[in-house]
């Protein structure tokens, strides 16, 4: 599969990292606002195809898909863009800024008969599925807490009045599109949707910019579920869904890098973890490729449906803490 890029940054390079140990995925061309960074990149992977005009690449025969790793603000056009041209796109989370501009885009792609899937990779770690097959082993379940915060060494440049990309609203961002995600993801991909939620976070700024920090806890029938993130702090706290019976305890809820149960009265770990590639990218990639390869159009993993659930509740959530987008006056 023939893949175009857009965005030049350390996320592609770990995407195309990815590639390079997949048979059949092929850099073919790459898409900067200015051909200096273009041609730079294109030089570090020997691909003599560079664009600086997107229709022109999206119109372009050198390439059968798209990586899309610009700023979240950017999704949505993007997307379409390519959607509209027959190129497969594959788009880095969030998929989008909201739920209005993530319709456009399902519809885009069942309007062009063309793949689409928000590069979100908890699914794919192999460790995911044993987590699933092991659920039954704690009861039931009654509490979940997700947790990611990390701190960002970009906050140091913002304290210090240099506003970079990842907190500027104008771009979509913050700790809960950026960080807050991925439990958010996980937890909804294995339990649905709440019956409510409720959530608080701390807008920097005064309350006049980005958010830096979130708690959201969204209610189920007989169970509960709380995420923590941040974009200001760290924490060393696992993920952990608790039963009647007993726990369990993911290490980095983003990379599942580790999984342990844990036995009601017991302080034994058994670790259930499966090894994987060091290069978590890799198996949302070849899922993508496969994909493809298949003439199939849409992830029975990563589903429309659930990519619609999730930017849905961060629609919500937003909503609650106070987090507008420019993005969300374009409906």
Same mark, same amino acid.
């Given at each position: 599969m023939r893949f175009g890029i857009i965005g030049t940054n350390w996320i592609t390079? =770990?995407?195309?990292?990815?590639? $390079?140990? @997949?048979?059949?995925?092929? @850099? !073919?061309?790459?898409?900067?606002r200015t051909e200096e960074?273009?041609?730079?990149?294109?030089?570090?992977?020997?691909?003599?195809?560079?664009? !600086?005009?997107?229709?022109?690449?999206?119109?372009?025969?050198?390439?059968? *898909?798209?990586?899309?790793?610009?700023?979240? /603000?950017?999704?949505? &056009?993007?997307?379409?863009?390519?959607? =509209?041209? *027959?190129?497969?796109?594959?788009?880095?989370?969030?998929?989008? $800024?909201?739920?209005?501009?993530? &319709?456009?885009?399902?519809?885009?792609?069942?309007?062009?008969? !063309? @793949?689409?899937?928000?590069?979100?990779k908890i699914p794919f770690i192999p460790t995911y599925n044993v987590l699933k097959e092991n659920l039954h082993k704690v009861g039931k379940i009654r509490k979940v807490v997700a947790n990611y915060c990390q701190h960002s060494s970009r906050y140091e440049d913002y304290k210090k009045g240099d506003v970079r990309n990842a907190? =500027?609203?104008?771009? /979509?961002?913050?700790?809960?599109?950026?960080? *807050?995600?991925?439990?958010?993801?996980?937890?909804i991909s294995l339990f649905g949707i709440p019956e409510k939620i409720t959530a608080e976070g701390l807008i920097l700024e005064d309350g006049k910019g980005i958010d830096g920090q979130g708690t959201v806890n969204m209610v189920y029938n007989e169970m509960d579920i709380t995420v923590l993130f941040s974009k200001i702090t760290n924490s060393y706290l696992p993920t952990e869904i608790m039963g009647e019976e007993g726990s369990l305890l993911i290490e980095h809820v983003s990379e599942m890098d580790k999984l342990y149960f844990i036995k009601r009265g017991s302080n034994e770990k058994t670790d259930l973890t499966l090894p994987r590639k060091e290069n978590s990218m890799y198996y949302e990639l070849k899922h993508f490729v496969d994909l493809y390869n298949e003439n199939k159009k849409e992830s029975p993993v990563? !589903?429309?449906?659930?990519? @619609?659930?999730?930017?849905? +509740?961060?629609?919500? +959530?937003?909503?609650?803490? *106070?987090? +507008?987008?420019?993005?969300?006056?374009?409906?």
């Open positions: 390079d =770990k995407l195309l990292d990815a590639g $390079s140990q @997949l048979e059949n995925f092929e @850099l !073919t061309a790459v898409y900067s960074k273009a041609r730079e990149f294109a030089a570090k992977y020997n691909v003599k195809n560079i664009f !600086t005009d997107l229709k022109e690449m999206a119109e372009s025969d050198l390439i059968d *898909g798209v990586y899309i790793a610009s700023p979240n /603000s950017f999704h949505c &056009e993007q997307s379409v863009l390519f959607l =509209k041209n *027959g190129k497969a796109v594959l788009c880095e989370k969030p998929s989008v $800024s909201n739920s209005y501009e993530l &319709e456009k885009v399902i519809n885009t792609a069942r309007e062009n008969n !063309t @793949l689409y899937m928000e590069a979100l907190f =500027k609203k104008e771009f /979509s961002n913050g700790a809960l599109m950026d960080i *807050g995600v991925y439990p958010l993801f996980f937890v990563n !589903t429309f449906s659930l990519s @619609l659930e999730v930017m849905k +509740i961060l629609d919500t +959530i937003r909503g609650k803490i *106070g987090i +507008i987008f420019p993005a969300d006056n374009k409906k």
